[in-house]
Nanobody, 126 residues
Framework: QVQVVESGGGLVQAGGSLRLSCTASGLTFDVYTMGWFRQAPGKEREGVSCISWNGGSTYYADSVKGRFTISRDNAKNTLYLQMNSLKPEDTAMYYC???????????????????WGQGTQVTVSS
């Protein structure tokens, strides 16, 4: 049974930083594409950042480029999202997701992922 668990969310002031972590079990983590997604109240879930199985390819939404950094430690089955210079508009539930996309796969659309965590709340105050 696949389990995806996020941690690290919280309340932070604008300009601050948070690091999200995600562990995945029940799958071969080091061959899976991983991604971070977020959903704000009243809005659709969107791709924030995704990373290929070996970390060689990454994707960032325009809204977070230069502020967020995705990384993974395959030895620890863990995915990270370092979020710096946080803005109130970054406030959302953040979800980790996993799926197998082959050697060259790097999708970052919600529909491309089958395994999801329960989410961790990030709130940025102004």
């Amino acid at each position: 049974q696949v389990q995806v668990v996020e941690s690290g969310g919280g309340l932070v002031q604008a300009g601050g930083s948070l690091r999200l972590s995600c562990t995945a079990s029940g799958l071969t983590f080091d061959v899976y594409t991983m991604g971070w997604f977020r959903q704000a109240p009243g809005k659709e879930r969107e791709g924030v950042s995704c990373i290929s199985w070996n970390g060689g390819s990454t994707y960032y939404a325009d809204s977070v480029k230069g502020r967020f950094t995705i990384s993974r430690d395959n030895a620890k089955n863990t995915l990270y999202l370092q979020m710096n210079s946080l803005k109130p508009e970054d406030t959302a539930m953040y979800y980790c997701a996993a799926d197998f996309m082959g050697d060259y796969g790097l999708g970052c659309l919600v529909a491309e992922y089958n395994y999801w965590g329960q989410g961790t709340q990030v709130t940025v105050s102004s």
